[in-house]
C-alpha cells in the first residue's frame, strides 16, 4: 500500500507530514517507557526489548518483499502495524513500521519521499493504533491463556488492513489529484484489502505465536499474561496431634528473576529475515498490490510522479548492474534486512539508554507504576 508521489496533493501530503512528524515525536517518549519497562515486570523484559526492536523491523522489511496472491492479478504484503504492536508496544511499534517505511523510500524507490508522510500516517499510525486497540480489547476479554493472544492478534491484524485501506480513502478524498468518485475508491480498497488483511492475520498471528511458544517473556502483549506458582500453607491447617504449635517463619524475599538470553532468538529471527529477504522474495507474485491494482483500473494513477530515487542503485529491489534477477534481488533485500536491522537498533538503543539515564538520575521516577499486563 506504499503511495507512491502524486497520488496526493502538496497541501494534504504536508499535512500529513506534519501529522507523522508529531506522531513520531510522540512515539519516541512512548517507546522510551516501552523499552525502559515499568515495573518489575515490564523492568525485567525492558532490557531484551530494544535489541528485539530494531529486530523485528528488519523482519517487516523482509516479509514485507513477499508478496502473496489474493485475487486475480493482485496481491498483497504484510504492513507489519498489528505484528510490531504485539510484539514490541505500540509506540515502538509505529518507529518501528516508520524505519521501514523511511528504508524503502531513500534506498528502494518504494513509496513516494513527498509521499512518506502519507505513506507513515496511513501504514505506521493508523494500522498500529487500530491493531493494538482491538488486541487490548480483545484480550481483556478472552480466557487468560497464550492462545488468547494469537486469536487476538489474528483479528486485530486482519482489521487493521481494511482501517488502512479506509484512511487511504479519506485523504483521497481530501487531496486525490485524479477525478475519480469516491465510492469507487472505497468499495474497491476495503474490498481488495480485507483479503489482503487474511494474509496479514496469518502472518501476524504465526509470528506472534512462534514467539510466545518459545520465549513468552518476548511479547510486549504478553507481559503479565501468566504468573509464577506459589505455594501457600491453608490458614485453617492447625498443627497435627501432640505437636506444638511451629514457629511462625519470616517470608523469605522472592528471587530475582533469572535472566535469560536473547541471542537464540534473536539469530533465529535475523535468519529467517535473510532467507525471506534473500531467498523466498524471488518467488513472490509479481502481480501489483492492492492500491497498484486499484489505481490502475480507476485512474488514480493517473498525476503519479516519477520517484525521486529512482535511478538509486537498489530502486525496485535489485542491485544495479547485476543482470542475474535471482542474486541481484537476493543481495538487495540482504543489504535492505542489514540497513534496517542498523537503523532501527540503533534509534532504539539509544532511546532506551536516554530513558535509562533519565530514570537514574531521578531513582523515584519510575516507583508506584504498575506494570503492562492482559
Given at each position: 500500500?506504499?503511495?507512491?508521489?502524486?497520488?496526493?496533493?502538496?497541501?494534504?501530503?504536508?499535512?500529513?507530514?506534519?501529522?507523522?512528524?508529531?506522531?513520531v515525536?510522540?512515539?519516541?517518549?512512548?517507546?522510551?517507557?516501552?523499552?525502559?519497562?515499568?515495573?518489575?515486570?515490564?523492568?525485567?523484559?525492558?532490557?531484551?526489548?530494544?535489541?528485539?526492536?530494531?529486530?523485528?523491523a528488519?523482519?517487516?522489511?523482509?516479509?514485507?518483499?513477499?508478496?502473496?496472491?489474493?485475487?486475480?492479478?493482485?496481491?498483497?504484503?504484510?504492513?507489519?502495524?498489528?505484528?510490531?504492536?504485539?510484539?514490541?508496544?505500540?509506540?515502538?511499534?509505529?518507529?518501528?513500521?516508520?524505519?521501514?517505511?523511511?528504508?524503502?523510500?531513500?534506498?528502494?524507490?518504494?513509496?513516494?519521499?513527498?509521499a512518506?508522510?502519507?505513506?507513515?500516517?496511513?501504514?505506521?499510525?493508523?494500522?498500529?493504533?487500530?491493531?493494538?486497540?482491538?488486541?487490548?480489547?480483545?484480550?481483556?476479554?478472552?480466557?487468560?491463556?497464550?492462545?488468547?493472544?494469537t486469536?487476538?492478534?489474528?483479528?486485530?491484524?486482519?482489521?487493521?488492513?481494511?482501517?488502512?485501506?479506509?484512511?487511504?480513502?479519506?485523504?483521497?478524498?481530501?487531496g486525490?489529484?485524479?477525478?475519480?468518485?469516491?465510492?469507487?475508491?472505497?468499495?474497491?480498497?476495503?474490498?481488495?484489502?480485507?483479503l489482503?488483511?487474511?494474509g496479514?492475520?496469518?502472518?501476524?498471528?504465526?509470528?506472534?505465536?512462534?514467539?510466545?511458544?518459545?520465549?513468552?517473556?518476548?511479547v510486549?502483549?504478553?507481559?503479565?499474561?501468566?504468573?509464577?506458582?506459589?505455594?501457600?500453607?491453608?490458614?485453617l491447617?492447625?498443627?497435627?496431634?501432640?505437636a506444638?504449635?511451629?514457629?511462625?517463619?519470616?517470608?523469605?524475599p522472592?528471587?530475582?528473576?533469572?535472566?535469560?538470553?536473547?541471542?537464540?532468538?534473536?539469530?533465529?529471527?535475523?535468519?529467517?529475515?535473510?532467507v525471506?529477504?534473500?531467498?523466498?522474495s524471488?518467488?513472490?507474485?509479481?502481480?501489483?498490490?492492492?492500491?497498484?491494482?486499484?489505481?490502475?483500473?480507476?485512474?488514480?494513477?493517473?498525476?503519479?510522479?516519477?520517484?525521486?530515487?529512482?535511478?538509486?542503485p537498489?530502486?525496485?529491489?535489485?542491485?544495479?548492474?547485476?543482470?542475474?534477477?535471482?542474486l541481484?534481488?537476493?543481495?538487495?533485500?540482504?543489504?535492505?534486512?542489514?540497513?534496517?536491522?542498523?537503523?532501527?537498533?540503533?534509534?532504539?538503543?539509544?532511546?532506551?539508554?536516554?530513558?535509562?539515564?533519565?530514570?537514574?538520575?531521578?531513582?523515584?521516577?519510575?516507583a508506584?507504576?504498575?506494570?503492562?499486563?492482559?
Amino acid at each position: 500500500m506504499h503511495v507512491p508521489d502524486g497520488f496526493i496533493n502538496a497541501p494534504v501530503s504536508a499535512a500529513t507530514g506534519v501529522v507523522a512528524a508529531v506522531a513520531v515525536a510522540v512515539s519516541l517518549r512512548g517507546a522510551r517507557r516501552e523499552l525502559a519497562g515499568a515495573g518489575p515486570v515490564g523492568a525485567a523484559a525492558a532490557e531484551r526489548t530494544a535489541p528485539l526492536a530494531g529486530l523485528v523491523a528488519a523482519f517487516i522489511f523482509a516479509v514485507q518483499m513477499l508478496n502473496f496472491p489474493v485475487a486475480a492479478g493482485t496481491s498483497g504484503h504484510l504492513l507489519g502495524g498489528a505484528l510490531a504492536a504485539i510484539l514490541v508496544g505500540p509506540y515502538t511499534g509505529v518507529l518501528c513500521v516508520s524505519v521501514v517505511l523511511l528504508m524503502q523510500g531513500v534506498l528502494f524507490a518504494d513509496g513516494g519521499l513527498t509521499a512518506l508522510g502519507v505513506n507513515i500516517t496511513d501504514m505506521a499510525i493508523v494500522t498500529t493504533v487500530v491493531a493494538y486497540g482491538l488486541f487490548r480489547g480483545l484480550v481483556k476479554v478472552l480466557p487468560r491463556r497464550r492462545r488468547s493472544v494469537t486469536v487476538a492478534a489474528f483479528v486485530a491484524a486482519l482489521l487493521s488492513v481494511p482501517a488502512a485501506a479506509v484512511a487511504f480513502t479519506a485523504l483521497y478524498a481530501l487531496g486525490g489529484t485524479a477525478d475519480v468518485p469516491l465510492g469507487k475508491v472505497f468499495t474497491a480498497m476495503v474490498g481488495v484489502h480485507l483479503l489482503i488483511g487474511i494474509g496479514e492475520a496469518a502472518i501476524t498471528a504465526l509470528t506472534v505465536g512462534a514467539v510466545i511458544a518459545v520465549r513468552p517473556d518476548l511479547v510486549y502483549g504478553a507481559r503479565g499474561l501468566t504468573k509464577p506458582l506459589e505455594l501457600r500453607t491453608s490458614p485453617l491447617a492447625g498443627p497435627a496431634d501432640g505437636a506444638a504449635p511451629a514457629a511462625p517463619v519470616p517470608a523469605a524475599p522472592t528471587p530475582a528473576p533469572a535472566r535469560r538470553s536473547v541471542r537464540r532468538v534473536w539469530l533465529a529471527g535475523l535468519a529467517a529475515a535473510l532467507v525471506c529477504a534473500g531467498g523466498v522474495s524471488y518467488y513472490a507474485s509479481a502481480s501489483p498490490d492492492g492500491l497498484e491494482k486499484v489505481a490502475q483500473d480507476h485512474g488514480i494513477d493517473r498525476k503519479a510522479e516519477d520517484h525521486a530515487a529512482k535511478d538509486s542503485p537498489l530502486a525496485d529491489y535489485s542491485v544495479k548492474d547485476i543482470t542475474d534477477p535471482r542474486l541481484s534481488g537476493g543481495l538487495a533485500g540482504v543489504i535492505g534486512v542489514g540497513a534496517t536491522l542498523a537503523v532501527g537498533t540503533g534509534v532504539f538503543v539509544v532511546l532506551r539508554r536516554r530513558r535509562s539515564a533519565a530514570t537514574a538520575e531521578r531513582p523515584d521516577a519510575g516507583a508506584g507504576r504498575p506494570s503492562e499486563s492482559v
